[in-house]
């Protein structure tokens, strides 16, 4: 997680754009001038209100700089007095800084808007928020995208580059962080709309950059943003203890499974197989699921105890098919079966075999009981091919036939009813997930 962020305010924080126009047709209308649409001022924001002001002008007069100075003065004159008329923080904006207070994370604004302005605002609309500096347009100092303001924070807040963050919505926002030397994150509701352009990270919501600042992305590959705390068998498996539920690989939930927690250089591929080979040792372990049971039949890992409500939810909701309740049967008779058992009695090709056992693992009736490492050609090399062999969430975690050194019985009998339950493990998704939409989570959690 980043410790100091830096936000820009107008177009980022707040949506200030109906009174800044208003303000400067104000002062247009002081003189006679043309006046312009909102639409019109939302190319002209975002470097300074006296570059706004000018640019607002007729452009005969835009070179005149006592013109300028006046219009600037009745400008802020109205603008002042009608400063929070229909300015409002964008949604979900005030509870993602509280969240961020509340994890000791650092803030600073960092606004290209008058000083008075930017205090006035960050008054009333973030008053709980300690930040560390707010600052905007102060004589005697440049603007963005001139790195200065990125230092003077770094210094107030004490935190080295390394560390910190900018999030902005424009091409300025991002220069001055590059100049600065710290990483940036763009957003795309603000008055310049970007759909890139962030060197850790695009965000096109609230939700999403929730997800982003909560996460320290360390690289950006193939436009996706990856947080190094996978990368190891331990850590990995530390990592599904402390999520309780989460997808293998990339899913509707941006930042959310063990792929986006992955640096890519750890991924696997032909030289370097990592979580593809470290789940072996995770579902040996026997203190965790593992299965198709997420998103459309996606693998995944969860805990016992958000798994058993998992399980009470999909099994009040799903009913075994004719094939399936034949491939149970086996399960029971033997305490486990492999994808040549499941084939063997149903006469099926792997395909079809595959396709049953992916039911019983998302209808939470079958999980995967053990992984086996496969050797093959005349040197026996490993290459990533496993073997895996599937068992009842009640064999695995309840009654092991070969219970190994360390195994401790878990209940799945819930104590919830079935609604309780989906609510129960939608609470937990949405503990790391950040805002994401019920929409989302249950496209996920189907």
Known sequence: MYKLILFDLDGTLIDTLEDLGEAVNHALSQRGYPLHSVAEYRSMVGHGVRNLVRQALPEPVRGDDALVDAALADFKAYYTGHIDVHTRPYPGMQE???????????????????????????????????????????????????????????????????????????????????????????????????????????????????TLLFRRPVTVHSGRVYTPEVVSPETMHSLILAYGIIPFFENPIPGF????????????????????????????????????????????FATVEVYRELMNWRRSRLVPGEAERKVLSLMEEQGSVSMGDIRKLLGVKKSAADAVMTRLQYQARAVTGDIQRVYRGADLHYNGWQRSSFCSPEALFEDMDFPFPGFRPRSLESSMSPEESLSFVKEVVRKHAGDVSEKVLNKMLA
């Open 257 to 300: 499974s063990i792929e986006d927690h992955t640096a890519p250089d750890n991924w696997f591929h032909d030289d370097f197989l990592g979580p593809w080979d470290w789940k072996i040792e995770c579902v040996q372990r026997g203190d965790i699921a593992y299965g198709k049971f997420l998103w459309g039949g996606k693998a995944a």
């Open 96 to 210: 993602l800084l509280k969240d961020l207070d509340a994890a000791g994370v650092k803030m600073a604004v960092a606004s290209n808007k008058f000083q008075s302005g930017t205090e006035q605002l960050i008054r009333e609309f973030f008053p709980e928020i300690p930040f560390v500096s707010i600052l905007g347009n102060r004589e005697g100092y440049p603007l963005k995208p001139d790195p200065e303001i990125v230092g003077e924070v770094l210094r107030a807040a004490g935190i080295g580059k390394e560390d910190a963050v900018l999030v902005g919505d424009s091409g300025t926002d991002m220069q001055t962080a590059k100049n600065g030397g710290i990483g940036a994150i763009a957003v795309g509701w603000g008055y310049r709309p970007m759909t890139a352009g962030g060197e850790h990270g695009f965000a096109a919501s609230v939700s999403e950059l929730r």
